[in-house]
């Protein structure tokens, strides 16, 4: 099994070619790699939902392969939609300058994340204002119970620097 990302996959059938296809490995060190890297960038709360919502994918909590997501149902908010979109593109760069890589316990292998994080871009670049969907930051906020980080004031892990999910620290765990 595989997990894939894409984008606004339901109503976009010809842009399959694009999607992001990784090994179960690859995502974790795929999302490993954001975590560090956004754990460092983050400043606003849109932004720093960004980060906990890619912390949650977690694939030894949820399930090896059934972490893959669409870029649409990120927690996008049309109030801050350019400086959440910049902001990703940066967690991106951040990522391919190796930001916070010195706290992993193991070597990435740059080749794979590299690819992975050029086609992630080019999905990202793609998404518009127009294709947010308003429910999704609605749903996924509406889904956070008063234990989860969203609302405790959005605590990191001490090791990795990272925004941690209500399944704790997606580098530590996954
Ligand atoms: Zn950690």
């Not at 795929?30 to 906990?52: D, P, W, Y």
């Amino acid at each position: 099994m595989t997990n894939m990302i894409c984008f606004n996959y339901k109503s976009d059938k010809d842009a399959l070619k694009d999607d992001l296809n990784m090994s179960n490995g690859g995502t974790s060190v795929f999302i490993n790699v954001l975590c560090l890297s956004g754990g460092r960038l983050a400043e606003t709360e849109s932004q720093k939902h960004f980060m906990v919502f890619l912390a949650e994918k977690n694939q030894n909590v949820c399930g090896i392969g059934t972490v893959g997501f669409d870029i649409v149902d990120m927690p996008w908010d049309k109030n801050s939609f350019d400086e959440d979109k910049a902001f990703m593109l940066r967690v991106i760069e951040g990522a391919r300058q190796k930001l916070g890589w010195e706290t992993l316990g193991y070597e990435p292998n740059e080749e794979f994340v590299a690819e992975y994080l050029d086609t992630f871009q080019k999905l990202i670049e793609r998404m518009t204002a127009e294709d947010i969907i308003e429910e999704s930051l609605t749903e996924w906020s509406s889904e956070a119970d008063e234990n989860d980080p969203t609302r405790c004031g959005f605590p990191k892990c001490k090791i990795h620097d990272a925004y941690i999910s209500i399944h704790g620290c997606q580098v530590c765990i996954d």
